[in-house]
């Protein structure tokens, strides 16, 4: 397996974990920066929440191909 791989992997399940706490811990961002981009709208909420969830698919798909691109060169 390639470096690639596991910083796709990495990089997914963080993403993953973002979009999760955004949605159980709607505040956080206000919490840890002291800023509020939104003015309580929570529209800066959910733009993370999809950013992140776009994001968590596209490093899925790509570490997959990795995946899949080690297996067929160990098989030949």
């Avoid at 979009?19 to 505040?27: E, G, P, Q, R």
């Amino acid at each position: 397996m390639r470096k690639r791989f596991w910083i796709e992997t990495a990089l997914g399940t963080l993403t993953a974990a973002l979009a999760i706490i955004t949605l159980v811990w709607h505040d956080w961002v206000e919490v840890a920066f002291k800023v509020d981009p939104d003015q309580f709208s929570g529209s800066f909420e959910w733009m993370i929440v999809a950013v992140s969830a776009l994001l968590t698919v596209g490093f899925a798909f790509l570490a997959r191909y990795e995946w899949r691109r080690a297996r067929l060169a160990a098989e030949s």
